[in-house]
């Protein structure tokens, strides 16, 4: 029986339905949440937690953000879709705002990262296609989606496994590593394409000069910048994007997540001259640019501005690093390393993290564990100090009392 209405049923029963009806393909916590509000999250039995890692990064101005709850109401009320076969103010506005916050390019407008990272990955060999360039260069533990090419682009075989044979084209080169790059790019090269830090790789931040020598190797080949700013965009690292802390400007960027306070939205932004090649017909999507979700990112944006928050974001990392490094001090033989910009943290330890995040569950403080041995922690910008303190103060409990 369906209910239009929910019947506020209990974490166990909710649980019994995804056991017989939902595909098992995620690893989840055996709690069903229900509310929100900031950095608080609420579970069916009305249990409260803490939220360093909100809706896994998509979240970053918190749980139900006041302006986006508003600007969604009233246009759920007005019109609820509007395909692209037709001009919608939301949306032109939104990519204006945009292309105003990052390189003056153009908007296509989808649902999710893997979507945005697909039509970046179309839009680089359509614009290489009369040269002969198809190729698209990738970095090792890097993390692009799990649609065809966006897995494909990913160069983590433990993703590709069971599902071969990937797209043709593809190349990988090591990470931080410029040499090796330039070894990669041939005149057969579309694009490079690479986060500027690697977020699901375990938070690693790049050398200084990393980008601008990528910047070099593609314009000395005549290959197209892609930065992959899907986890890393819309003010996450104390920028609009985390390229702006470098100065270099990319071809194509990508950002989703966090693009619109939480609701589904994913967006290429392209330099004109390479956008001009998706003549239409080229690449579509339904959903993209609805106007719920061009609303959302439009009051996600104004969020930001008003509230003053990518500077905010600097002094939250900073508050961050500063806990950590003490507990550094205290427990060496743990953690072996601490990697901070702006609200996108990981902590290096030496041993499995995924004991710590069920330790941080159990004790009501949410969290997530990458690469193994890398606590990530993606907390929403609109996060108090007293907040942060609470959560590094459990944390550091369960650091402590870790057996290795
Ligand atoms: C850098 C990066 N690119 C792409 C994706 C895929 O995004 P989505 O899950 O919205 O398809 C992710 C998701 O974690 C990501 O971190």
């Excluded at 697909?118 to 296609?129: N, Q, V």
């Excluded at 990470?175 to 090796?180: K, N, R």
């Excluded at 890393?232 to 997540?257: I, N």
Aim: charge should be negative; charged fraction near 20%; proline fraction near 4%.
């Amino acid at each position: 029986m369906a209910h239009a209405q929910l019947a506020h049923q209990s974490s166990r029963e909710t649980i019994a339905q995804f056991d017989r009806y939902v595909v098992p393909n995620y690893r989840r916590y055996p709690v069903a949440l229900v509310r929100g509000e900031n950095s608080w999250v609420w579970d069916a039995e009305g249990h409260r937690y803490l939220d360093f890692f909100p809706g896994w990064g998509c979240n970053l101005i918190g749980h139900c953000p006041p302006k986006v709850v508003e600007a969604v109401r009233e246009q759920i009320g007005q019109l609820i879709h509007v395909p692209n076969t037709w001009y919608m103010e939301s949306q032109g506005a939104f990519a204006q705002a945009l292309s105003e916050r990052s390189f003056g390019g153009q908007c296509f407008f989808c649902n999710s990262g893997a979507e945005a990272n697909e039509a970046a990955i179309k839009l680089a060999r359509a614009y290489g296609h009369s040269k002969g360039r198809y190729k698209i260069v990738t970095m090792e533990g890097g993390f692009h989606g799990r649609t065809f090419a966006a897995l494909t682009a990913t160069a983590q075989p433990k993703y590709h496994e069971g599902f071969e044979p990937m797209v043709p084209g593809f190349v990988y080169t090591k990470y931080d590593d410029l040499e090796a790059t330039a070894q990669a790019v041939d005149d057969q090269t579309a694009a490079v394409m690479v986060e500027p830090i690697q977020g699901e790789g375990g938070v690693k931040i790049p050398s200084p000069g990393y980008l601008a020598g990528l910047r070099r190797i593609c314009d000395d080949r005549g290959a197209l910048l892609i930065l992959d700013e899907v986890q890393t965009g819309m003010g996450r690292t104390g920028e609009w994007f985390a390229y702006q802390h470098s100065g270099v400007v990319p071809d194509v960027l990508t950002c989703a997540k966090a693009l619109a306070g939480g609701v589904a939205a994913g967006v290429m932004i392209a330099r004109p001259e390479v956008a001009e090649v998706f003549k239409p017909g080229m690449h579509a999507s339904t959903f993209g640019g609805n106007p719920i979700a061009c609303r959302a990112g439009l009051a996600t944006i104004e969020t930001i501005e008003d509230d003053g928050l990518l500077e905010r974001g600097k002094a939250i990392g900073a508050r961050f690093r500063s806990q950590f490094e003490a507990l550094r001090q205290e427990l060496p033989e743990k953690i072996r390393d601490i990697r901070v910009l702006g609200v996108m943290i990981g902590l290096d330890l030496t041993f499995d993290a995924s004991d710590v995040v069920a330790q941080c569950l159990s004790r009501r403080l949410l969290i997530n564990a990458t690469h193994g041995h890398v606590v990530r922690l993606l907390p929403a910008l609109t996060i108090s100090d007293d907040q942060i303190d609470q959560g590094c103060a459990i944390l550091a409990d369960v650091l402590r009392e870790a057996v290795i």
